[in-house]
């Protein structure tokens, strides 16, 4: 009996770690949207949709969950940028993530050569570039790409047995 509540319990963890369509991974839930839309409009939906933002990408691990991710789902994905979190808005190439944290970048996997701030150095927003490998590079807002949000893990406690009955 005790094995069987341990497995149930499990599985409604489990089953509860991220919201409908988000996957887990560390500290946080994703959803890679396949929609197109310009940097702020991205923002914008994950945040009224979801809750969420753009993704922040603080270390190697997360990264290679995301291209990882993306590689194995091609059928949706595949020859698409994906925008993130990260921005240069102060013209002054100090990139930030925008939404949860406001903190500089420290983790970084720019593609050779960038950021570059190119195309009349309007390039201030930072995508995952598919021609790049998923690289990462700088690139006009306005640009319609698809895009990930991230939104806090915050897994459910379960109620103790026999409490509230």
Request: charged letters at 20%; hydrophobic letters at 35%.
């Amino acid at each position: 009996m005790l094995r069987l509540l341990a497995f149930l319990l499990a599985v409604y963890t489990v089953g509860a770690l991220c919201p409908f369509g988000f996957t887990h991974y560390g500290e946080s839930c994703y959803a890679f949207i396949a929609e197109e839309m310009g940097w702020d409009k991205a923002e914008d939906f994950c945040l009224r949709k979801y809750g969420a933002h753009l993704a922040e990408v603080k270390t190697a691990g997360e990264n290679k969950f995301i291209v990882d991710f993306l590689n194995n789902n091609t059928h949706t994905f595949y020859g698409y940028d994906m925008w993130l979190g990260g921005t240069d808005n102060t013209f002054d190439n100090s990139w930030r993530w925008a939404a949860l944290s406001n903190t500089t970048l420290t983790f970084t996997d720019w593609s050779p050569g960038q950021p570059d701030g190119s195309f009349q150095g309007l390039e201030r927003c930072l995508e995952l570039e598919s021609s790049y490998n998923l690289k990462w590079n700088d690139d006009d807002c306005s640009d319609h790409n698809m895009f990930i949000c991230e939104r806090p893990f915050n897994p459910p406690i379960p109620p103790l047995p026999g409490v509230g009955r």
